[in-house]
């Protein structure tokens, strides 16, 4: 914001105003809907309830609403339903399919949320930003069922922000009726010529570019030029291989059996192996990348109050294990993990066996850029 | 733009501009188009000579860095590809969709609006679950394949799905009627005494075709092909659906900006206000063409 200080304030001011009029009505429409869909019954005065003053909040009348703004097909309506049922407040869930949409939402300031779920490089962004609340955790006792490994995390050192949601990683799916179980070791194994066509990966610049450097040895947060140019020739090779990039259900293509390899999100690994156990999980002997997705609440949220409800309530772990069942991914949740069934936990892809190689996303700012400019270069070319 | 002309012209009959009544009916399209036209893209005109903000968003500021990267080749290319693209949809559309909109504009009176209501149903149902449909047929287990496999037209599944072809097929298929409506308003109004006087004048089918009725129903050709043409330019949901995200078109690039890892809104809006203006340009050139 410094640098624009040296151009005429009144102007600036002005197409600040405009723009937050603008967003602010846009948002105000696209808000609406959700609002009405969800609330048939007494609409006009729980409105104004919620957009009152933390004052209020003060006060101690137990707050009427909760603004969740989370993943798509994340949160189970069986929870989001018990959580209404036993406190009394009305859950708005609202949904994004990136961090970077989140974020989008969340600086607009359209909309004030009182829990977000960022990935942990996002976490990293929003703390360093102070956009977020810390957490009281006196009013979230079950934070005691956190496993150690979970907690004091780079994005969250000192565990002030965050409650984790789920982990999980980013691993290579073989359909073994095409392809020997065997076969597919690492990233190496799956981007041969032999494969071409037969690949679907996340559509993700990010991801893939970290893939490229895990073969060179280049650890997953180092993305400097010199890196970026040493996995250039790598990606040149690997991306006419591919058949389909998604990142929102990869599964499908291999459900669909369009393509017999893949590289997915863990979760969706693990709802293609419940589906059919042909479908094998292999961590990538390379690394992997682990994401952590966790509940925070947002500086400006209007009552943190019921989001620590919430933390608190989906740490229980009969209600996480609810979230499992859903969303087979990595369950933070100790307390939970002892409730999970037997097949749950033999589930490779949300409980991978032996101690792989697992690195976390740092927050590496505008050095985005020139990851999604080379992405999309070489998928131009291919 | 019609319509506003419209509204002004109405108390125009005994006034030329439009008095106190006149601006009243005007205002919730002015209102309208003030908010939702004229608002947005002058944000992002100021977007567009902004810097990144970190966690998205905008730092106001004047830099041209954002069109200077609109000018490399990374996105040149796109751009190219995706006018290609959209000209080729434009033009199997127009190729298809003029006979339909012409037989539909001279069927008989009784016929007419169930024909027309048959062009609209699709409009029913969501467009992404229509793409998505898409999927269902022409996977390589899909209805497509399962149907030539059975009748042992071929012997292999063919591959049609996340194919350049099959986002062609998309577009085609999601904006065929955008140009069969408005072909058919300037098909319904042919004079056919003017077709009857050409073929009486010794003109074949071809030349009273070229000569007369293409002429005659230009207004819905060149409506048509700017209703096609320009958002199949921007639309990216077929090519990540039906295309499997490879093929990129200016569309995706832009979305990328705002909800992929880069978070570079300023780049974003430089994209579209240099497609804006292209549009302008273009629209500005067919709107001349027309006088002429």
Sequence with gaps: MKRSKSYSVVWQRGVVLAVVAAVALLGACSKSPSTEEKKPDAAAPAAPAAAAPAAKAEAKPLPKELNLFAWSEYVPQTVIDGFQKETGIKVNYETYASNEEMLAKLVSGATRYDLIQPSEYTIEAL????????????????????????????????????????????????????????????????????????????????????????????????????????????????????????SDSPKTALLNGDVDLGIVWSGEAALLYNEDKKFA??????????????????????????????????????????????????????????????????????????????????????????IDKMVTDLKAGS | MRTGNTSVAAPSGYQRSPGLAGWLLLSPLLVWVALFVVAPTAIMLVYSFGRRGTLGGVVLDFTLDNYAAVLDPTYLKIVVRSILYSGLTTILCLLMGYPVAYYIGRADARWRNLLLMMVMIPFWTSFLIRTYAWVTILKNEGLLNGLLLQWQLITQPFEMLYTPGAVILGLVYTFLPFMILPIYTSVEKLDNALIEAAFDLGAGPVRAFSRVIVPMTSPGITAGILLVFIPALGLYAVNDVLGGGKVDMIGNIIENQFKGNARNWPFGSALGITLLVAFGIAFWFTGRRQQE
Excluded: C
């Design chain 1, 127 to 246: 703390v360093n930003e102070k956009q977020l609340h810390e957490i009281d955790w006196s009013k979230v006792p079950n934070a005691k069922n956190i496993a150690p490994e979970y907690r004091g995390m780079p994005h969250d050192p000192q565990n002030k922000y965050t409650v984790p949601w789920m982990a999980g990683t980013v691993g290579i799916v073989v359909n073994t009726e095409k392809i020997p179980a065997g076969a597919i070791k690492g990233y190496g194994d799956v981007f041969q010529d032999k494969y071409k066509g037969r690949i679907v990966v996340l559509d993700d610049p990010r991801e893939i570019v970290t893939w490229a450097m895990a073969t060179k040895g280049i650890p997953a947060n180092d993305v400097t030029p010199e890196n970026l140019e040493k996995v250039k020739p790598v990606l040149e090779k690997w991306l006419p291989l591919v058949k389909v990039y998604d």
């Design chain 1, 281 to 370: 999980y292999v961590l990538p002997a390379e690394g992997a990348h682990q994401f952590i997705d966790s509940l925070a609440i947002p500086a400006n949220a209007p009552s943190p109050e019921a989001a620590m409800l919430f933390m608190n309530y989906i740490l229980r772990p009969e209600v996480s294990k609810l979230i499992s069942a859903d969303f087979p991914y990595t369950n933070p949740n100790l307390a939970a993990r002892k409730e999970l069934s037997p097949e749950e936990l033999a589930n490779p892809a949300s409980y991978p066996p032996g101690n792989p190689k697992l690195e976390t996303f740092r927050d590496i700012g505008d050095r985005a850029v020139p």
